[in-house]
């Protein structure tokens, strides 16, 4: 069989098997479709469909398939990242700064903390979980932080499922996941950071400077429909450069979409933007990632990680906005609520454990162990939301 049948074949199964399982499992109280393409994909890797049926599995996924979804996977993520760094309101965030700042920095302060305890304690207990080139400092931020992301786009997707998205408690909540998010991706600079190659980074970020401010020039020159097919030549460029600095290419996706105003789109053509890609092209991106789980710590092992890490992350996002709560003076139930629609971590923190792996600061089996993390604290939360809403509803009209 030619590898263009062999793709194809993939291709059908990573769209076939989630969308049935989600259909007929009628998961989508407590596994919308995107999860359940996340846990597919893991279900379909090599650790567990690759240990049970290995011949299916290589027959499948053989090595040429792989690198092709792996180039599909790529521009995926790349412009799910590009459209999650538009949508960051900084403006709006600037003007709520004192709100905005106190509930950003506790919200991601407190799981980062516990997350970096937790990965201490997985050092001491192995050294399986650690990369060929981590560092313990890059190892014990990266997981860290992994255990605070919260998934942005995510967010956006299950506060439109529970219709709060464009009220006042909604666009709060936003601002808060956007702070966070520009922390997220500065943290992550750093950790890429390589002093063999500190002069062509500082050569990038200045480059990117003026860049930034020339395409922001040109976008407000040309009309609204040239500027979605600069914005992807911007995407492509800002990728290459960025990967080819030694950060990653990522980093530059994020930066592209950051420096955009969002006003230059009209919202309803990004938010299907949004909606096509996950619909046509991250199902890939999540089989992909489902490909590089390894139990090779020890199955028993991973789940204890995995187990250890979401406590840290879940335990640390309710303590910080309940902490922010008390200084702020919110109502009851307030932070419960606000803390747990932002433990939404699939798909940022997947990128961003991509990333670690990539550049061999953590192992398959932390990868594994980060990657069960997030689909459980994503599961977690509309469940434990949506019982909350029906005592909540003057809240929702609450804005600062």
Not at 157 to 175: C, D, N, S, T, Y
Not at 239 to 255: E, I, K, T, W, Y
Not at 378 to 394: D, E, N, S
Request: proline share 4%; net charge positive; charged share 15%.
């Amino acid at each position: 069989m030619n590898p263009s049948e062999t793709f194809l074949i993939a291709m059908t199964v990573i769209f076939t098997v989630p969308y049935l399982a989600w259909r007929l499992g009628n998961t989508d109280y407590w596994a919308p479709l995107v999860v359940v393409q996340i846990i597919l994909g893991i279900l379909l890797g090599p650790g567990v469909l690759g240990a049970f049926a290995p011949q299916v599995y290589k027959f499948v996924f053989t090595p040429t398939v792989i690198t092709l979804l792996n180039g599909v996977a790529q521009w995926a993520v790349m412009l799910f990242v590009w459209i999650a760094g538009i949508e960051l309101d900084l403006h709006e965030a600037w003007h709520h700064k004192r709100e905005g700042g106190i509930t950003a920095g506790l919200a991601l302060g407190s799981p980062l903390v516990l997350g970096c305890g937790a990965a201490m304690v997985m050092l001491a207990s192995s050294t399986g979980w650690i990369g060929a080139k981590g560092h313990d400092w890059q190892f014990v931020l990266g997981t860290g932080m992994a255990c605070a992301v919260t998934a942005l786009p995510i967010l956006i997707l299950f506060m439109e499922k529970l219709e709060i998205l464009r009220q006042p408690i909604g666009q709060r909540i936003l601002r808060y996941a956007s702070m966070d998010d520009v922390a997220i991706w500065g943290v992550l600079a750093l950790i890429l950071l390589d002093w063999e190659r500190v002069t062509r980074q500082i050569g990038f970020l200045i480059g990117f400077v003026v860049c930034a401010a020339a395409i922001r020039w040109i976008m407000r020159k040309i009309p609204e429909r040239d500027r979605w097919y600069v914005g992807m030549i911007w995407l492509a460029s800002c990728g290459f450069a960025a990967d080819f600095a030694g950060l990653h290419f990522m980093v530059g996706a994020f930066l592209s979409g950051a420096v955009l105003d969002g006003r230059w789109f009209d919202q309803k053509q990004m938010d299907l933007l949004r909606h096509h890609v996950l619909l046509v092209i991250m199902p890939v991106f999540f089989l992909s990632t489902g490909l590089r789980t390894s139990w090779s710590v020890g199955g028993f092992e991973v789940f204890i990680a995995a187990a250890w890490l979401l406590v840290a992350a879940v335990l640390g996002k309710l303590a910080g906005t309940h902490l922010a709560g008390r200084i702020l003076r919110w109502a009851p139930g307030e932070a419960s609520l606000i803390g747990w629609l932002l433990q939404t971590k699939a798909l940022i923190m997947i990128i961003f454990a991509n990333i670690l792996l990539d550049k061999q600061i953590i192992t398959d089996g932390t990868f594994t162990a980060l990657l069960l993390m997030a689909v459980a604290s994503t599961m977690l939360t509309i469940p434990m939301v949506k019982p909350m809403m029906g005592r909540m509803q003057a809240l929702f009209q609450r804005a600062f």
